[in-house]
């Protein structure tokens, strides 16, 4: 979904700095990104580290002298039987999906109010509803969507815009590596591929550059589902 959002966002001439903790992945990206004659710069970034948040928002700012858009679109997903979920990987799940995001916004929101610029947090169907066996990262997804909420409030009065996107099942990596436990009930995991099956990270590279657009200047503290009805009902 990341490299869809930049290939989409470098199409339109956006200048990006694209952040990842696999290296191979970004240089891959970039590639691609460069062969269509965009701009791109890579940036190794764990979320989970404050600090590294910290040089990556700057590393930006410094490179292209602004900041317009920060997209918090890394993840991870684990499924567990909850009573057997360890400690490391509840923390883990938190630390990427919703402490990664939050220090993001905390570095990027003074330059962002500079530029009247937004923020798009790439959330979750599972943020909203509950989804069997991922008790972490339904916490971690329905604690962004809240996020997303009390930054649009705290800055409802200053030039700012932060807002949501909540997929539903993507045909991306997350979906292909997943360590399944043993003895799940596959009949409360099935509804979540959605009767419409899988999207394409495109599909959703093209909510965010909507969101993300002066377009939707009007939108501000949405949670926006981008799921072919799953959340109708
Ligand atoms: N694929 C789906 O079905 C689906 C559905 C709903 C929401 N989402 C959300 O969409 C977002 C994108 O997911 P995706 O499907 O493209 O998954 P993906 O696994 O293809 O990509 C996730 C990326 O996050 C990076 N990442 C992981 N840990 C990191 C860390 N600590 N620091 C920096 N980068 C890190 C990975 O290296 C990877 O490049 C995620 O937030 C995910 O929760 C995905």
């Not at 990987?89 to 916004?105: I, Q």
Request: hydrophobic letters at 45%; charged letters at 20%; one cysteine or more.
């Amino acid at each position: 979904m990341g490299r869809a959002t930049c290939i989409r966002l470098a199409a339109e001439g956006a200048r990006i700095l694209a952040i990842d903790v696999d290296s191979a992945g970004l240089e891959e990206t970039a590639l691609m990104i460069k062969e269509q004659g965009g701009r791109i710069e890579s940036h190794l970034c764990n979320v989970t580290l404050r600090t590294e948040c910290a040089e990556a928002v700057q590393r930006a700012v410094d490179t292209f002298g602004r900041l317009d858009v920060l997209a918090n679109i890394a993840g991870i997903v684990r499924f567990a039987h909850s009573p057997e979920m360890s400690e490391a990987e509840w923390n883990l799940v938190l630390a990427v999906n919703l402490s990664g995001p939050f220090y993001l916004c905390q570095e990027s929101i003074p330059h962002l109010l500079e530029t009247h610029g937004n923020i798009v947090n790439v959330a979750s169907n599972a943020g909203l509803m509950g989804q069997a066996y991922t008790a972490a990262y339904c916490a971690s997804k329905g604690g962004l969507v809240q996020l997303t909420r009390s930054l649009a409030m705290e800055f409802i009065k200053k030039p700012l815009r932060v807002n949501a996107i909540c997929p539903s099942g993507t045909d991306t990596q997350m979906n292909k590596g997943i360590d399944f436990p043993d003895d799940l009930d596959w009949k409360l995991i099935g509804r979540f591929t959605g009767i419409r099956g899988f999207a394409q990270p495109s599909d959703m590279a093209s909510a965010i550059a909507y969101v993300a657009s002066d377009e939707a200047k009007m939108i501000h503290g949405a949670v926006i589902s981008v799921d072919q009805g799953m959340m109708a009902g």
